[in-house]
Nanobody, 128 residues
């Protein structure tokens, strides 16, 4: 049974930082493309960041580029999202997702349906 468990969310003031973690089990983590998505109240889920299986390739949404950093530790089966310079508009439930399918024709997977497994999410609230 595949499990993705996020942690690290919380309440932070604007300009502050948080580091989210997502621990995976029940899946060969090193072959998974990993992504972070977020969903704010009343809004659709949106892509935040993606990291390749080796960690060598990363993609970011324009709204977080330069402020957020995705990374992974395959020895620990964990993916991270370092969030700096947080803004109130970053308030959302953040979820990690794992993609086990391999697509030789595409490396960028910003859509939720492209992922196979999801965590429950962790709440991030940024106060102004």
């Amino acid at each position: 049974q595949v499990q993705l468990v996020e942690s690290g969310g919380g309440l932070v003031q604007a300009g502050g930082s948080l580091r989210l973690s997502c621990a995976a089990s029940g899946v060969a983590f090193s072959i998974c493309t990993m992504g972070w998505f977020r969903q704010a109240p009343g809004k659709e889920r949106e892509f935040v960041a993606q990291i390749s299986r080796s960690g060598s390739t990363k993609y970011y949404a324009d709204s977080v580029k330069g402020r957020f950093t995705i990374s992974r530790d395959n020895a620990k089966n964990t993916v991270y999202l370092q969030m700096n310079s947080l803004k109130p508009e970053d308030t959302a439930v953040y979820s990690c997702a794992a993609r086990v399918r391999i697509d030789a024709s595409a490396n960028y997977h910003p859509r939720a349906f492209e992922y196979d497994y999801w965590g429950q999410g962790t709440q991030v609230i940024v106060s102004s």
